[in-house]
């Protein structure tokens, strides 16, 4: 997030039909839920467009409420459907800013090499169950055939529906 500038926000990303703005909005949402998961208040939206600077407040915001007692057992509804912890929910959402991290760092021209101990921890908590269950929900799409001999970015990617 730090990276993206005024000039990225009309551009492009890995995500189909979406820009950098789309993405930087859907990351702040991101906080938004996880914040009103393990509070049990409503989230608030932002009003206007989404500011990389909101991610940030609202990523602190979230660290603060899950260190409550009780917070990570609280239950709450996933945005694919399904009933889920918050502790389940911050472990989704992980999975999700992760992959985002590098649609954002592809469609600004930032560094798109994640770190390898993050991927391997994507990776073996998520693949296969969750991208299946993204892609049946119409949120990720096919995945990309990557060489099982590529590194495990590239792999994570292709099954996350991203051109490595």
């Known amino acids: 997030m730090a990276g993206v500038c005024a000039e990225h926000l009309i551009g492009p990303t890995p995500c189909a039909k979406w820009t950098v703005q789309d993405l930087v909005d859907h990351l702040v949402g991101g906080t938004g839920y996880l914040l009103s998961a393990a509070t049990g208040n409503q989230p608030v939206p932002p009003a206007g467009p989404a500011t990389t600077g909101q991610f940030a407040v609202g990523f ?18 996933s945005p694919l459907g399904f ?9 989704g959402t992980f999975m999700d800013v992760l992959i ?5 760092a592809s469609a600004t021209g930032q560094g798109a090499r994640l770190d390898p101990d993050l991927v391997q ?17 119409g949120l990720i799409g096919p995945a990309v055939a990557v060489p099982v001999e590529a590194p495990l970015q590239d792999r994570l990617l292709g099954v996350m529906g991203r051109e490595p």
Not at 83 to 91: D, G, H, I, K
Not at 123 to 132: G, I
């Open 60 to 77: 602190a915001a979230v660290l603060d409420a899950v260190a409550r007692p009780g917070a990570m057992d609280r239950r709450c509804m």
């Open 83 to 91: 009933e889920w912890t918050v502790a389940e929910a911050l472990a």
């Open 100 to 104: 985002h991290s590098w649609d954002l």
């Open 121 to 137: 921890a994507c990776w073996d908590m998520f693949v296969p169950v969750m991208p299946d269950r993204g892609r049946e929900a």
